[in-house]
């Protein structure tokens, strides 16, 4: 599991197990560096997901859901850490 490095951690008690979660989500810079033409649709729809066209640059956060996405079109973007 990828872990934002710099998110503060919470850990809080409920009745059977502890749940964490991040209070301070890491936010990620995501840059559309290769068309999404003669791709697979649902690699298209992840691209519009994510708010994507060429050569735009978008901030997110770095939840779980943000970098799956980004995981099936790596191959497409430019991922920095901000």
Known sequence: ????S????KSV???TDNIIFATDMAKLAITQIKSGIDRPEVQKRTLKALGLSMHKT???EATPQIRGMITK????VR????
């Open 13 to 15: 008690k409920c009745s």
């Open 1 to 4: 599991m990828l872990l934002p």
């Open 58 to 60: 978008v901030e997110l």
């Open 79 to 82: 991922v920095t850490e901000k």
């Open 73 to 76: 079109v790596q191959h497409l």
């Open 6 to 9: 710099n998110a503060m951690w």
